[in-house]
């Protein structure tokens, strides 16, 4: 990648859209090679998991509490000075408001007073890229979008230019996940204890349905598979053994959609450009180590080059909005991509295009 400025830089991403505070410094160099310098993190599970959900007004006041030390604690870690970061890039939506606001105006304010750009970043956007960071992805490519928010298929053709070739018709993958986790009193946030909890399980102990399973596009639904766990469980006692089966069940029902699901964005994708031979899996769900290698032995049969972000960075981080930040003064120029007026957007679809889902009056 050409390395624009020809000179070291390093740019601060800032994450708060939804129950992360997060922070990371990105650097770039002469040579054009990135550098992840420091990644904080500081996630509100234990603020929420006595709601069973995000609770926004609490998600805002912790974002406000925590975000100076968050962005300190990311500029000392990385061992620079305020004086050596570049630009700041700011998830600037989709998400919930309060988080939004306090993270867009910390940004500007960070931006205003040392006179460096201010780069609104889209999180679904600095998802999709995040792979880049770690390794050398070529566009275009197919990416598939599992997270807590949402549940895409998209092709990649590069910045700012994506189509949305499937979606979720209702709940996104990770929500399934954490639904499950709910019904299996297994707590919140819930795709991590269900992973775990599968381990110990047997995936075919339990009939589960699989949604839209041979269904000709690629598009999900996964809110009667949630139901029926929730039948299955309302009738059982959910005593350890009980639960990991069940968790098992689940997850393998959930993958089975997963992988079917991309058989067909596969084929969709070859009729859109048949050079497109990269696959890239982001999210908080594709940090889940049995869709890692399902989703990997898959693309390897159908010829595809799987590609994952660390798992660190599948979930919500400051990492990848810096990254998306670089990609952009890259692409545009340092010096064209300053925007302190931007106004954060809960919704803010990848595809503007793209078909709204139901009665819904845009597209997510
Ligand atoms: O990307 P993310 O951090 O937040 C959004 O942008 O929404 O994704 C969070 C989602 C949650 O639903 C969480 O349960 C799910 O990712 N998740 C997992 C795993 N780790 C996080 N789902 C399945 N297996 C995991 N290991
Ligand atoms: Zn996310």
Known sequence: MNNILNKNINVLGIETTCDET??????????????LLSNIVHSQYNEHSKFGGIVPEVAARSHLKNISFIVAEAIKQANISNEEVNAVSVSCGPGLIGGLLVGSMFGKAYSLSKSIPFIPINHLEAHILSPRLFQNIDFPYLALLVSGGHT????????????????????SVGEAFDKASIILD????????????A????????NLPRPMIKRNNADFSLSGLKTALFRIAEKETLNKKVKSNLAASFQSAATDVIEDRCLNAF??????NNNCKNFVVVGGVAANKVIRKRL???SKMKNFSPYFPPVEICTDNGAMIAWNGIEKILKYGISNINDPDFEPRTRWPLDPMAKPIRNAKEPR
């Open 199 to 206: 381990e110990n399980g047997d995936p075919q102990s339990y």
């Open 22 to 35: 997060a922070a990371a410094i990105v650097s770039l160099n002469e040579k054009g090679e990135s550098n």
């Open 296 to 298: 990997t032995n898959l």
């Open 152 to 171: 895409q298929l998209l092709y990649v053709e590069d910045l700012d230019k994506i189509s949305r070739i499937g979606t979720t018709l209702d709940d």
């Open 267 to 272: 084929k969709i994708i070859k009729k859109i």
């Open 186 to 197: 297994l707590g919140w946030p819930g795709g991590k204890n269900i992973e775990k909890a």
